[in-house]
Structure formats: C-alpha cells, structure tokens
C-alpha cells in the first residue's frame, strides 16, 4: 500500500532577471511522479543538479512546489492550510545532507533535539528531558553529552544528533537527504547500519536520496534515477543494476569503482544526443520503467 503518492510534481525557478528585465526559468523537477509503499526504503539518485534534493524539499513544503501533487496516506500536503501542514510535520521528516550546518552551533545537543517537542507542545519539562535521553540511546548517543555543544561532536555523532531530532516526534515517513555523503567512509556504515536498524524497530518508511549507486543498491528495495529535473528510469533496484535501459542510467552505472584495480572496465561516457528529454516513461519489465 502506497504510503506517500507524487504525481506530476513540477518546480520551476527564476534565475537572473532584474527591474527591467526577466529572468531565465529552470526547470529543477520536471514532472516527477512516483509511489512509496509503507515500510519501503525508495531510493532517488542522481548527479549534483539532477533535482533529487529539490524534490524531498517540495514534498514536505519546505520549498513550495509550482505545481503538483504529494498525497500522504490519501491527503494532498500541497492542499493544506499552515495548521494542518505543521501537524504534518509530526508525520514526516528530514535528515538534512552536511551534519555540520544543519544545527545550531549555539544550541546544546538537548536542546537541539528537544526543540520539535516544544514547537508541538508535547509532554512536561521532565517528560521532554526524558523523551530526548531516550532519543539519544536510540540513535547510539551517551545522555550524559548532551550538555554539550555540536562543534564538540564528531561529524557521525552530529548525524545521529540530527537523526534524534527528526525522529522525536515518531514520524513514519523520513526523507533521508545524502545523510552520509560529509561523512568518512568508516562511519558511513555505522549510520548506515543504524538507520536501517531504526527502520525496522520503528516501522519507518524512507525516501533515500543519494549520489553514492553502491549505497543504494545495498539498502534500496526499488530506486528511480533522475536526470535534469525528471525521472529517467526506474524499478526494483535488482533490476535496474542488472539490465539499465536508459543511456543516464548506463552511464552512471559505469562510474561505480569495482574492488579488483585488474579488473577491466567500461566507462560509459554519457552522450546528451542520445537523451530524448520528451520521452515518457513506460514499462521494460515487471515495475521496471524507462523513458527511452
């Protein structure tokens, strides 16, 4: 059963343009649709600029989107008035992309993941201070740091910090933004793993979003490629590695470092001739759908 619904999601900005003069129009998602099922983790890659991160921004209206529909559990988030967007929120959340911006350096690590509590007015002062102890063993965290300021966390521990704070409220659907991508590659699987084991003790569902194919492959049940603002392909993520139908799609797939250095490669270099931008897409295989 489709959890969250995204149909012919479009946002456009104005770029340049002055008193006298307009500005140029881009075209950053152009016409996405695509389901996410309950207790699914969807993935959406593609390269910087492709419009994966803008689209996770529009569907929780945290940019509005120019046209569209996102529909959780059957009501349209871009219908909803300030009131019902805000309890929304309760429901839906993000895990922003570089642990290091995205908290305030001049709140404590308590006072950071509490904050959603307060803004919803949920529980007592000791209920609340309880609630984030708990949200701190959770995500791996010791209670007694969280006195502490970010800038004393390292950049693993600053994710697990943004990740207690999306999941204070008891969200089930979480939109993860390139949640490793600032991160070495040896905590990268710590986070990894921890979000794939809060998944399954909490019943999340998950919007994936990452450049990184290796990742994806690895913890992604079904997986849509973008491509300047729309989707290229996309299916089960078994599928689509196996048998890529779209010339992006090749393309990216060929990039992925192979662990044997002997070991012969192909690298597909993308020729954008051979990329029909008004293609739509259609079905390949069972679920597999490609524009071509």
Do not use: W
């Not at 099922?37 to 600029?49: A, H, K, R």
């Not at 010339?247 to 029909?276: C, E, F, G, K």
């Amino acid at each position: 059963m489709a959890l969250v619904e995204v149909s012919h999601l479009v946002k456009h900005f104005t770029r340049g343009g002055g008193l006298l003069r307009a500005g140029t129009t881009v075209n950053a998602v152009d016409d996405v649709s695509f389901t996410i099922d309950q207790g699914e983790t969807f993935g959406l890659v593609g390269e910087s600029g492709s419009g994966k991160t803008t689209t996770g921004r529009c569907m929780l209206r945290l940019i509005e989107p120019s046209s569209g529909q996102v529909r959780f559990r059957g009501e349209d988030v871009l219908a909803f008035s300030p009131r019902q967007m805000r309890d929304a929120r309760r429901e839906m959340q993000i895990v922003f992309q570089d642990p290091y911006s995205s908290l305030n350096p001049r709140m404590r690590a308590r006072q950071i993941v509490e904050e959603p509590l307060i803004i919803h007015r949920l529980g007592a002062r000791a209920q609340r201070r309880a609630r984030v102890a708990e949200l701190f063993r959770l995500v791996g965290l010791d209670p007694a740091h969280l006195e502490r300021y970010p800038h004393e966390f390292s950049g693993g521990q600053r994710q697990r910090i943004g990740l207690a704070r999306a999941l204070a409220l008891n969200p089930s659907f979480v939109i993860l933004d390139e949640p490793v991508s600032a991160l070495d590659v040896s905590v990268q699987a710590q986070v990894v793993n921890l979000l794939m084991d809060l998944q399954r003790q909490l019943k999340l569902t998950y919007l994936f979003i990452a450049h990184d194919l290796r990742l994806v492959e690895h913890i992604c049940g079904r997986v849509a490629v973008m491509y300047l603002g729309r989707i290229v392909e996309m299916g089960p993520t078994a599928a689509l590695f196996a048998a890529p139908q779209h010339p992006y799609t090749r393309a990216l797939l060929s990039a992925i470092p192979v662990p044997d250095p002997d070991a012969p490669r192909q690298r597909i270099v993308l020729d954008p001739a051979l990329v029909n931008r008004e293609a739509a897409l259609k079905e390949i295989a069972a679920g597999h759908f490609a524009a071509v």
